[in-house]
């Protein structure tokens, strides 16, 4: 299952028209939206390409002059893709997950520049 947020822009005078193309197009659910013009929407999907798929048709509707992809979360689609990783040592994730442990004390002691 894939969920993506979808920020979309209309002109103000035509939010009404956006709001019931929209509805009527199955494709999203609408989450929010404001006078100006904006608003958002949620896209859920088997796969990154069945979402793609639903943001042209959205894209397509009158009146829209932009709608775009914010956030994006993907369940299983790249599961298959974590046996190609090397684990990082557990000990690591262990108190980065700890909630007892203060960021304050957290010392990094490394660089990017090398990696």
Same mark, same amino acid.
């Given at each position: ?42 896209? !859920? ?5 069945? #979402? ?7 894209? &397509? $509707?009158?009146?829209? =002059? ?8 993907? !369940? ?5 893709? #974590? ?7 557990? &000990? $690591?994730?262990?108190? =980065? ?19």
């Amino acid at each position: 299952m894939n969920i993506s947020s979808v920020v979309v822009k209309c002109a103000p005078d035509y939010v009404d028209f956006v709001l019931e193309q929209l509805h009527a197009s199955g494709q999203c659910e609408v989450y929010a939206h404001d006078a100006l013009g904006r608003i958002i929407i949620i896209l !859920e999907g088997d796969s990154t390409e069945h #979402e793609t798929e639903k943001l042209r048709i959205i894209q &397509e $509707i009158p009146h829209i =002059l932009s709608a775009e992809m914010a956030y994006a979360f993907s !369940e299983n689609e790249f599961s298959p893709e #974590e046996e190609k990783f090397e684990m990082v040592n557990p &000990e $690591i994730v262990n108190r =980065l997950n700890d909630t007892e442990v203060d960021a304050k004390d957290i010392v990094y002691n490394g660089h990017l520049k090398d990696k």
